[in-house]
């Protein structure tokens, strides 16, 4: 069976969403707050995540971070569009606004579902004939292996997370900021600096471009 995490203060949507999943055959795991969720997850790992943002305490935009390797729908009241960018660029897999069609839900949450099913590595991310292996530190060009640090895998794994988008300069200094704080704003142009150099010299190729007044993205 698999379960799901529901994590919302408000307990006639917590009631109404438990029901429905059951019905479905899921497992249901609750959370009234992000702090409560934080102790659920560390004492079992569920197979997906609904969450709310307007938490007590520690709130949704807070926790999503936290969540390491599990797909996290959310489930908000926010309607506005760059809210919705942000917490997909944060690692959200999906957004769902309230009010929403459970219906529609249930079938996003099995799409998010068949993905870790069908062996979709997380930590594995590919584009064009480039192949980041974030959980070893490691990009793959070919049959080539380059060894990445801490700062410039995460901003790798940013930019290829997000391959047509060109990413902010701010955006990559708050995403990567809790496993690498050494990286700051007048160091990130050469950190990313470092890692096109070592991916060119065993590709000769330049995957990543900088775009004026923005930030970077992957080069099409």
Same mark, same amino acid.
């Given at each position: ?15 109404? @969403? ?16 992000? !702090? ?8 079992? *790992? &569920? ?5 709310? /943002? ?8 807070? +926790? @999503? &971070? ?17 809210? %919705? ?11 769902? #606004? %309230? ?5 529609? /839900? ?9 993905? #870790?099913?069908?062996?979709?590595? &997380?930590?594995? @991310? !590919?584009?064009?004939?480039?192949? /980041?292996?974030?959980? #070893? =530190?490691?990009?793959?060009?070919? !049959?080539?292996?380059? *060894? =990445? ?6 901003? /790798? ?5 997000? &391959? ?15 496993? !690498? ?6 160091? +990130? %142009? ?5 890692? *096109? ?24």
């Amino acid at each position: 069976m698999q379960n799901i995490l529901v994590i919302d203060d408000d307990i006639c949507i917590g009631d109404m @969403l438990e029901e429905a999943l059951k019905a479905e055959g899921y497992g249901v795991m609750r959370a009234y707050s992000g !702090t409560e969720a934080l102790f659920v997850l560390g004492q079992k *790992r &569920p197979d997906l995540i609904l969450l709310d /943002l307007m938490l007590p305490g520690l709130t949704g935009e807070e +926790l @999503l &971070p936290q969540i390491k390797n599990i797909p996290v729908i959310v489930v908000s009241a926010k309607v506005d569009v760059s809210d %919705k960018v942000a917490l997909l660029m944060s690692g959200a897999c999906d957004y769902v #606004t %309230k009010p929403f069609n459970i219906s529609e /839900l249930l079938a996003r949450i099995t799409v998010q579902l068949r993905k #870790t099913q069908t062996g979709v590595n &997380p930590d594995t @991310l !590919t584009y064009s004939d480039l192949t /980041l292996h974030s959980d #070893t =530190l490691t990009a793959v060009v070919g !049959t080539e292996e380059v *060894r =990445l640090t801490r700062t410039e895998c995460a901003i /790798l794994k940013l930019l290829m997370q997000n &391959p047509e988008t060109p990413v902010g300069r701010t955006t990559i200094l708050d995403r990567i900021s809790l496993d !690498t704080p050494d990286c700051t704003e007048r160091s +990130l %142009k050469q950190h990313i600096s470092n890692m *096109r150099k070592k991916l060119e010299a065993v590709s000769g190729k330049d995957y990543i471009e900088a775009v004026y007044g923005i930030g970077f993205k992957m080069r099409g």
